[in-house]
Each structure stands twice: as C-alpha cells, then as structure tokens.
C-alpha cells in the first residue's frame, strides 16, 4: 500500500520586516495513505502532526467545512482535537471521486517540493508545485507553497497574483492572508500589507508574525501611533524573542521621535 506524505510548508518571510536573514518553519507535518477499493470511494488518512480537520478537508475535498462530516464518519466527537498517528476514513460520491483521486496523485510532487523548498532548492521545488498543479489545479497548499517560492525569489507580483486568488477563495485562512500581506509590503504597498496583517489578525489573535508584521507595516507606512501601539500589542505576545528586542527598539526610537 503506498504511503503518501502531506506536508504543508510555512515561510515566514522576515527579512522584509526588519530582521535579519529568513526564518524557516516547515509544519504541520501531515501523512496519509491511499486506499483505492474495488468496490468503495474511500481513502485512509494518517493525521499528522500539527494537522487540523478543515485542512484536510480542503485538501481532499476542496472545501474546509467538509471538516464536519470527516468528524461524523469517525466518530470525533471534537473536531478541534485530533491524535496524529490516527488512521480517518474519508468518503467519497461518485461526483467527488475524480477530483479526490486527482489530489491524491499531486500530493507526490507537492511532498518533493516541500522537501525540497526545506533544503534550499528553491528552483527545483518550483518545478514540483507546479506540477502537483497541473495535476490538480484546486490543491490550494501546492499553489500557496509555489507563491513562497515567488516570494523566496523576488518575484512579488507573481506571488500577488496567486496570492489574491488563495484569499478570495479563502478570506478567512490567516495563513494566505498573512503571506499576502507580506508580499505586499516587499512591494512597499505598506498600507494594503497592514490590511491583510489586521485580517490575519482577526481570524486568528495572537498570530505573532501578524502581530509583527502590522507594526512594521505602520512604521514603514508613517503612522508612528499606529505602530506604537502596534509595538506594544506585539510584546504582551511575545516578550523574550529576538523579535522581541527588535520590537522595543522600534517602540523607543518611535517614542523618541515623539518626545514620549
């Protein structure tokens, strides 16, 4: 029985806020396995660590609030609590089989990728998201991985374009919202990037590289209040980190440019 590893990688691009160099975080690790009966529609997934329900309900359905009837099927009575190591049984109609066979098969590439993007080789990663999407081209973790790379190699408005795709048909995921946002302000577009920093935000408070990324985004942007208060509201998350003590050195540059 093959096993299929599913894995969606997070960057998080600081550089662009103020720090130095580029901290790499590849998570949640997710895991599955394919089983493909004669006479069922059904796939077996492992969860993996760090893996949520609604994300694997997009991933194999398309559609996060698939989450509901994943917990039904396998008897979770809390959603929001999953054991890795778990083995799910996800069903399919007959009208839903295709497109799950179709991401069941982009998920080969879309782990080389990963793999790939987490030793450096941006440019052959590239290469196996794009084709886990021409596989399937709804598998939205293969194009937001391909819009880090765009973003790893500069090239801000292609990652834009896919980007504002990922947040129209997911508005509400602070992931998308918080890598536009940073795609925005490497385009110095600093108030369209704390709009999508304030949206990460909403949908997921205490989200510290938004946190971050909204004050930075005030300070490059001239709204000196802003971004104190912005500053603050970064330190009561996180008081102990090299971010940490790049944010009370902005907070007290800005509080010495305005005489407090």
Same mark, same amino acid.
């Given at each position: 029985?093959?096993?299929?590893?599913?894995?969606?990688?997070?960057?998080?691009?600081?550089?662009?806020?103020?720090?130095?160099?580029?901290?790499?975080?590849?998570?949640?690790?997710?895991?599955?396995?394919?089983?493909?009966?004669?006479d /069922? =529609?059904?796939?077996?997934?492992?969860?993996?660590t760090?893996?949520?329900?609604?994300?694997?309900?997009?991933?194999?359905?398309g559609?996060?609030?698939?989450?509901?009837?994943?917990? @039904?099927?396998?008897?979770?009575?809390d959603?929001?609590?999953?054991?890795?190591?778990?083995?799910?049984?996800?069903? *399919?109609?007959?009208?839903?089989?295709?497109?799950?066979?179709?991401?069941?098969?982009?998920?080969?590439?879309?782990?080389?990728?990963?793999?790939?993007?987490?030793?450096?080789?941006?440019?052959?990663?590239e290469? /196996?998201?794009?084709?886990?999407?021409?596989?399937?081209?709804?598998?939205?973790?293969?194009?937001?991985?391909?819009?880090?790379?765009?973003?790893?190699?500069?090239?801000?408005d292609?990652?834009?374009v896919?980007?504002?795709?990922?947040?129209?048909?997911?508005?509400?995921?602070?992931?998308?919202? *918080?890598?536009?946002?940073?795609?925005?302000?490497?385009?110095? /577009?600093f108030?369209?990037?704390?709009?999508?920093?304030?949206?990460?935000?909403?949908?997921?408070?205490?989200?510290? @590289?938004?946190?971050?990324?909204l004050?930075?985004?005030?300070?490059?942007?001239?709204?000196?209040r802003?971004?104190?208060?912005?500053?603050?509201?970064?330190?009561?998350?996180?008081?102990t980190?090299?971010?940490?003590?790049?944010a =009370? =050195?902005?907070?007290?540059?800005?509080?010495?440019?305005?005489? /407090?």
């Open positions: 029985m093959p096993t299929i590893e599913r894995r969606l990688l997070l960057l998080a691009t600081v550089a662009l806020l103020g720090l130095a160099g580029c901290a790499k975080q590849v998570g949640p690790g997710l895991s599955g396995e394919q089983v493909v009966p004669a /069922q =529609r059904v796939i077996e997934h492992t969860v993996g760090g893996e949520t329900l609604s994300r694997i309900a997009d991933n194999y359905y559609d996060p609030d698939r989450y509901l009837d994943i917990a @039904r099927e396998n008897g979770i009575s959603p929001g609590r999953i054991v890795p190591g778990s083995v799910l049984q996800l069903s *399919f109609s007959k009208g839903e089989w295709g497109g799950a066979r179709q991401r069941a098969a982009a998920l080969a590439p879309y782990n080389k990728g990963v793999d790939l993007m987490a030793n450096e080789r941006v440019g052959e990663a290469k /196996q998201f794009k084709l886990a999407l021409e596989t399937a081209p709804d598998l939205r973790a293969a194009k937001y991985n391909l819009a880090l790379v765009h973003l790893k190699r500069g090239r801000n292609r990652a834009l896919l980007l504002e795709e990922l947040t129209t048909e997911r508005p509400e995921d602070p992931d998308f919202l *918080f890598a536009r946002g940073n795609a925005l302000f490497q385009s110095t /577009q108030d369209a990037a704390t709009a999508q920093f304030r949206a990460a935000l909403t949908h997921r408070p205490g989200f510290k @590289r938004a946190a971050f990324g004050a930075r985004g005030y300070q490059e942007g001239g709204h000196p802003q971004a104190m208060a912005a500053w603050e509201d970064y330190l009561k998350l996180d008081g980190s090299s971010w940490a003590a790049t =009370r =050195r902005n907070l007290r540059k800005l509080q010495d440019e305005s005489g /407090q």
